[in-house]
Nanobody, 119 residues
Framework: QVQLVESGGGLVQPGGSLRLSCAAS????????MGWYRQTPGKQRELVAT???????IYADSVKGRFSISRDTAKNTVYLQMNSLKPEDTAVYYC?????????????WGQGTQVTVSS
């Protein structure tokens, strides 16, 4: 099994910053990629950013230049630094991990952390 534990959400004013963290644990043989998605009521979950094992990064157009994804491979942890936050960034943010558990490839999700951008 794979567990993802997220932290770092909260309330911030427009223009402010937050950093999300997600630590993966369990019977992980290797990690293909980790990333962040977000979801608002009535909308589909959307990709925010992802980072692959070789270090390639992909960002949604709406967050390019404002958000930065990074990882600590020794800790199986991924971070999302969010700067210049806007009210439209308000959502529940979910951590995602694409991992190998033995010979099986699995996708795991965190429980979600609320990010609210409001004055």
């Amino acid at each position: 099994q794979v567990q993802l534990v997220e932290s770092g959400g909260g309330l911030v004013q427009p223009g402010g910053s937050l950093r999300l963290s997600c630590a993966a644990s369990g019977s992980i043989f290797s990690i293909n990629a980790m990333g962040w998605y977000r979801q608002t009521p009535g909308k589909q979950r959307e990709l925010v950013a992802t980072i692959t094992s070789p270090g390639s990064r992909i960002y949604a157009d709406s967050v390019k230049g404002r958000f930065s994804i990074s990882r600590d491979t020794a800790k199986n942890t991924v971070y999302l630094q969010m700067n210049s936050l806007k009210p439209e960034d308000t959502a529940v943010y979910y951590c995602n991990a694409d991992v190998w558990v033995g010979a099986k490839r699995k996708v795991a999700w965190g429980q979600g952390t609320q990010v609210t951008v409001s004055s």
